[in-house]
Structures are given as C-alpha cells and as structure tokens.
C-alpha cells in the first residue's frame, strides 16, 4: 500500500465550479499535511498547510481528518488557472516529505 | 522567499554516459539538500538527503554509486548520474532547507529533465 494516496483523476470541471480532491495517509505517525500544485513539467510549490481544525485561504479548503486519515482540498468557483495537479504530501516531523501520485485537474471554459 | 536554481534545466545524453546536475540555493545557507525523481505521471520519489559536509543519504533501492550526491558547500550541491540508461531518463528536482526552517519547509528547484538516447 503507498504511503500517500490520491485518486489521480483528470477531474475536468467547468470554470466556477466547486471540486474537492481527497487524500489518505497509512502512517498514524504523521505529523504535518500539505497541499502542493505542481503545473505540467513544472517543480511543486506549496499551495497551502492543513491543519486539524481545517484552514482556508481564498477559494480553497483544506481539511484533515486524523482518526481516519484522510485530507481534503476543495476548490470553490475554479478558475482556468486552476488547471494543474495537485499533490498530498505528508512529514513525519523529519526532514522528508512523502509526496502522493497527484491528482490532475483540468478546468475548462 | 527562499530560491534555488538547478542547471541544467534539460539535458539529452547518450547512454554510457554521465551527466552532472547543480542544484544552488541564492539566498541562504542550504544546510540540508534533497533530491527526487518523478516518472511520468508519477508521484515525486526521494533519491537521497544530503547535508553539507557530509555523506549523502539514500534512500532504498536507490543505487548510491550510480547516483552520486556531492554537498560540498552551503549553496551547491550536485547529482551525478553516472554510465545513464534509457531508464534514468526522468525529471530530477532538487530541494533546500536550512536550521532555523521548520522541518517540512523545502524550497524546490525548477526541475532537470533528463533524456538518454
């Protein structure tokens, strides 16, 4: 079983539309979530940190549920920039960063 | 923010032989370097951790003598991919971070796409 799970899509959704991407984790040891865009042939940069009690930052949510393991992004009113795949990634409060397979999201007009 | 640069950003070589990439940190001391490697359509896999000064790290299954990781300075570290094969072609990511960055925060690269014919 990978350690990081992600269905990996394509999610094609109309422009304004709300997605949500989830995530789970084998590791009850982890400490810190992430949520990583990653554009074609690009290096990942962090969208944004998911904490226990949710975050948001704009359009997007991040929630973490630990007892099951599980991650959440959603994506409200998408925007064609939007368009990229987005990465769970888990820390074990080490140095590493455990990176999920990605889950691809295509917006269109 | 933190930036890091790789050189070179691409690279086509013939297999047998060896290619060299750089990964630099421009604005502060990269005390630890990582790097990875992402197939196609795939998730980004740690190679090795490197830290300055000292022997790289690497992970399992990874080969440390075909793979090899110098740290030699706070800002440079280098991956060399020695006697290449076709499968080695794939897009090789460096990342930083430095004491005083919380232990997760990683400043990556542009990524170097390597492809041996």
């Known amino acids: 079983r990978k350690e990081v799970e992600q269905d990996p899509g394509p999610f094609n959704v109309p422009e304004g539309a709300t997605v949500a991407f989830n995530c789970t984790y084998s590791?009850?040891?982890?400490?810190?979530f992430f949520w990583y865009r990653q554009d074609c042939r690009k290096e990942p940069k962090l969208l944004m940190s998911?904490?226990?009690s949710g975050n948001e930052d704009g359009r997007f949510t991040a929630q973490l549920n630990r007892a099951s393991q599980y991650i959440s992004l959603l994506i409200r009113d998408s925007k064609l920039s939007d368009s990229a795949t987005y990465l769970c990634?888990?820390?074990?409060?080490?140095?590493?960063?455990?990176f999920g397979t990605g889950t691809r999201l295509q917006v269109f007009p | 923010g933190a930036v890091v640069s790789q050189h070179p950003s691409w690279v086509i070589c013939k297999s047998g032989t060896s290619v060299k990439i750089e990964c630099r940190s421009l604005?502060?001391?990269?005390?630890?370097m990582f790097w990875y490697r992402q197939f196609p359509k795939q998730s980004l896999m740690l190679m090795a951790t490197?830290?300055?000064?000292?022997?790289?790290?690497?992970e399992q299954g990874v080969e440390k003598d075909k793979f090899l990781i110098n740290h030699a300075s706070l800002t440079l570290s280098t991956l060399t991919v020695t006697s290449a094969h076709p499968e080695d072609s794939s897009f090789y990511i460096c990342?930083?971070?430095?004491?005083?960055?919380?232990?997760?925060?990683?400043?990556f690269g542009p990524g170097t796409r390597l492809t041996v014919t």
């Open positions: 990342s930083a971070t430095s004491y005083g960055f919380r232990s997760y925060e990683q400043y």
């Open positions: 590791n009850s040891a982890s400490q810190s």
């Open positions: 998911v904490y226990s």
């Open positions: 990634v888990v820390n074990y409060n080490t140095d590493k960063l455990i």
């Open positions: 604005d502060f001391q990269a005390t630890t």
């Open positions: 490197s830290n300055e000064g000292s022997k790289a790290t690497y």
